[in-house]
């Protein structure tokens, strides 16, 4: 089966750090490019950041350029966002996403990690 | 930057037809996706590539895209298509993804 499981999300001070995790399984993670996307409570769908298949593409929205950072291993099959410099507006559902390669969409999509952002 | 419209909502009975709509500047020039969202679910993918189905999306989803204008038509409309609906395009002038704010479509 498909899947992918995200970890890492929870209660950060604004200011403060966190790393999400996702874990993909059922198919050659290596061969596809990777996004995250987030969700306000109660709001909708905001794309975060691409990753090439390689690495050798990166890109963020500028809502979190120069305080996100996108990774992945695919010798472990996993990808990774680390989030610094965190703010009230980044507290949202946040998303592992499988793309199906620049232009089309996104067609596996995880569970979801809540993180949340305040004092 | 890149920016697609949606209404917030859209009604209609079981049995009819539902159409979703997408603008943008000339959206007829990019492909369009569509994904499908109920409450408390994560997003499916329902349309890509402006009129695409993925396996297991059944026929009564289907696509369109021209001119400034992307269309997701729901035929015979169940109460389980009773769901928020959003379209995503990818800007390649600022490469990004763009997300419409999404639709609710309400089965009366």
């Known amino acids: 089966e498909v899947q992918l499981v995200e970890s890492g999300g929870g209660l950060v001070q604004p200011g403060g750090s966190l790393r999400l995790s996702c874990a993909a399984s059922g198919f050659t993670f290596s061969s596809y490019s990777m996004n995250w996307v987030r969700q306000a409570p109660g709001k909708g769908l905001e794309w975060v950041s691409y990753?090439?298949?390689?690495?050798?593409?990166?890109y963020y929205a500028d809502s979190v350029k120069g305080r996100f950072t996108i990774s992945r291993d695919n010798a472990k099959n996993s990808l990774h966002l680390q989030m610094n410099s965190l703010r009230a507006e980044d507290t949202a559902v946040y998303y592992c996403?499988?793309?199906?390669?620049?232009?089309?969409?996104?067609?596996?999509w995880g569970q979801g990690t809540m993180v949340t952002v305040s004092s | 930057s890149y920016v697609l419209t949606q209404p917030p909502s859209v009604s209609v009975a079981p049995g009819q037809t539902a159409r979703v709509t997408c603008g943008g500047n000339n959206i007829g020039g990019k492909s369009v996706h569509w994904y499908q969202q109920k409450p408390g679910q994560a997003p499916v993918l329902v349309v890509y590539d402006d009129s695409d189905r993925p396996s297991g999306i059944p026929e009564r989803f289907s696509g369109s895209n021209s001119g400034n204008t992307a269309t997701l038509t729901i035929s015979r409309v169940e109460a389980g298509d009773e769901a928020d609906y959003y379209c995503q395009v990818w800007d390649s002038s600022s490469d990004h993804w763009v997300f419409g704010g999404g639709t609710k479509l309400t089965v009366l």
């Open positions: 990753i090439s298949s390689s690495s050798n593409t990166i």
């Open positions: 996403v499988r793309g199906l390669g620049l232009p089309s969409g996104f067609d596996i």
